[in-house]
């Protein structure tokens, strides 16, 4: 089993910057897919940003040109940048992860880190 702690989470101002950081319990290098998935208002859980094992990346529109995601093989972390964010943004960051097995691939999350904007 793989598991996922997310930090970094807490009380921003609009227009302000936080960084969280996901801590996998297995090499990252093994994971196929590493990723941040946000549950909001509408409780829905969407992805906002992921990052392949080979180097890819891909990012929810809203969070285009805002956030930035990144891994450290060396901690086995993935971060996620999140700058000039804005009344869209609070809501419940979770890390996943996608594993290949020979059996197939399997999904883990974390349990989750809150991100809350002052007003």
């Known amino acids: 089993q793989v598991q996922l702690v997310e930090s970094g989470g807490g009380l921003v101002q609009p227009g302000g910057s936080l960084r969280l950081s996901c801590a996998s319990s297995v090499d990252i290098k093994s994971i196929y897919q590493l990723g941040w998935y946000r549950q909001g208002p509408g409780n829905v859980r969407r992805p906002v940003a992921t990052i392949r094992n080979t180097g890819g990346t891909d990012y929810a529109k809203s969070a285009e040109g805002r956030f930035t995601i990144t891994r450290d093989n060396a901690k086995n972390t993935v971060n996620l940048q999140m700058n000039s964010l804005k009344p869209e943004d609070p809501a419940v960051y979770f890390c996943?992860?996608?594993?290949?097995?020979?059996?197939?691939?399997?999904?883990?999350w974390g349990q989750g880190t809150q991100v809350t904007l002052s007003s």
């Open positions: 996943h992860a996608a594993v290949t097995y020979t059996s197939g691939l399997q999904n883990y």
